[in-house]
């Protein structure tokens, strides 16, 4: 059950990273600031995911 939940953590930081590229790529290009808020969040989400899963143990010990 672990290993799928790192699957999915997975899938939403590649999700996270693309949709933030997107949209800070959209902006530079003349897109409103909601874009760049977008991809602003979306970079903090893609950081936060990553930090989640390198200490992904640590997380599931502490509930225990």
Known sequence: M????RFLIGTAI???ALFAAWSLN???QGG???LLVLG???S????ALGYYLRHLDRFLWKRR
Do not use: K, M
Not at 2 to 5: E, K, R, T, W
Not at 44 to 47: E, F, I, K, Y
């Open 26 to 28: 959209v902006f530079r």
């Open 32 to 34: 409103s600031a909601l």
């Open 14 to 16: 590649l999700f996270c």
């Open 40 to 42: 602003l969040a979306f």
């Open 44 to 47: 903090a989400a893609t950081l």
């Open 2 to 5: 672990i290993g799928f939940h």
